[in-house]
């Protein structure tokens, strides 16, 4: 019988983190990452917007491997001294497991290294675990947009974390 694969990349992540790397979305990323954002979100973005965003200088797309295999990216957008997190997911299965925490770290990382002063992002309102993450990360809701999502229609709260 052969091994389930979810089963096995599950082991795999519970074992050890150290061998997660992140770095640069690359063109050859794109369908890896357009099937966990069409797992993640009812309103996905289409492999077309995180192509703009490798292409883009003011974005910074970033992926999270375990073996080769992408298990999770965030998308940067950065102005002036600011870092907008446009969209952050990680491979259904495999959350809750730290991967979403060690993309924060990097994000965390860069901001310190190039001397950003505030990293900002939405989140629907009813996402209480990625709210807790990053809330764990100290970030503050500061608003909230009225009918921001679709698909289902749902507020997004405003949340930010001031560095330094």
């Known amino acids: 019988m052969s ?10 992540m519970s074992e050890n983190l150290d061998n997660l790397i992140i770095d640069k979305m690359k063109k050859e990323d794109l369908d890896q990452v357009a099937q966990i954002e069409k797992h993640s979100f009812s309103d996905p973005w289409q492999k077309d917007f995180f192509s703009q965003d490798i292409d883009n ?5 970033l992926v999270a491997r375990l073996n080769n295999k992408v298990v999770g990216y965030v998308c940067l957008w950065m102005v002036l001294d600011e ?14 497991k730290g991967i979403g925490e060690k ?4 994000i965390l990382n860069i901001a ?3 001397d950003f002063k505030r990293i900002t992002l939405d989140v629907r309102i ?3 675990p990625a709210i807790s993450l990053y809330k ?4 503050q809701k500061v608003g909230q947009r009225k009918n921001y999502y679709r698909k289902p229609q749902e507020d997004a709260l405003i949340m930010e974390k001031v560095l330094g």
């Open 126 to 128: 009813s996402n209480q």
């Open 3 to 12: 091994e389930n694969p979810k089963q096995s990349l599950s082991s795999e």
């Open 103 to 106: 993309i924060i770290e990097k």
């Open 112 to 114: 310190e290294i190039k």
């Open 83 to 96: 870092i907008q997190i446009s969209n952050i997911a990680v491979i259904p299965d495999l959350r809750r």
């Open 136 to 139: 764990k990360f100290d970030f």
């Open 57 to 61: 200088s003011l974005a910074l797309p």
